[in-house]
T-cell receptor, first 116, second 111 residues
């Protein structure tokens, strides 16, 4: 079974703090993703990585950075947390596409981050 | 600009009846579509997918229909069960290798 784990289920941080969200997958997947889920907005892609030390901006990268030093680990960093970053953060991983067909993304359970 | 639209935020059906969840897209470069299901406090899980070269894909109680000319797809669940109650996300995949998700539809199946 593919397993994607996230370091915390719930996190409360103060405005201005630097926040690290960690994600680990155990299936040797090349691709890893960070999304946030907000009511009425669905899932929005923040950053993704298709290989170690490689990263690409998603649709809403502002205020975030990422790190991928090892294949199994993808970290999301909030350099200076703000209240509008209160959200559910979801990590996912997948194998690379097979030709014109994407591979299934496997999601972690999510981290509910509250910034006060 | 919302490229994948799920215009119904919620849907309620009786157990045993058909659930139909709809999704529209605007980008003609999308060539693969997926449905994900999400329970509260869990990550989304893959449900079913369809390539743009097909118009139907079936997997047990779940069938996805694609109308490429209308840029519309739908997920049919027959018969619906209380355990199907969840948020369903439509997602599209195209040349940029990213998944673009809709906002989701909350399905409630009443016993």
């Amino acid at each position: 079974d593919v397993k994607v784990t996230q370091s915390s289920r719930y996190l409360v941080k103060r405005t201005g703090e630097k926040v690290f969200l960690e994600c680990v997958q155990d299936m040797d997947h090349e691709n890893m993703f960070w999304y946030r889920q907000d009511p009425g907005l669905g899932l929005r892609l923040i950053y993704f990585s298709y290989d170690v030390k490689m990263k690409e901006k998603g649709d809403i990268p502002e205020g975030y950075s990422v790190s991928r030093e090892k294949k199994e680990r993808f970290s999301l960093i909030l350099e200076s947390a703000s209240t509008n970053q209160t959200s559910m953060y979801l990590c996912a991983s997948s194998l690379p596409p097979r030709g014109r067909k994407p591979n299934e993304q496997y999601f972690g359970p999510g981290t509910r981050l509250t910034v006060t | 600009d919302q490229q994948v639209k799920q215009n119904s935020p919620s849907l309620s059906v009786q157990e045993g009846r058909i659930s139909i969840l709809n999704c529209d897209y605007t980008n003609s470069m999308f060539d693969y579509f997926l449905w994900y299901k999400k329970y509260p406090a869990e990550g989304p899980t893959f449900l079913i997918s369809i390539s743009s070269i097909k118009d139907k894909n079936e997997d047990g109680r779940f069938t996805v229909f694609l109308n490429k000319s209308a840029k519309h797809l739908s997920l049919h669940i027959v018969p619906s069960q209380p355990g199907d109650s969840a948020v369903y996300f439509c997602a599209a995949w195209g040349s940029n290798y990213k998944l673009t998700f809709g906002k989701g539809t909350l399905l409630t199946v009443n016993p």
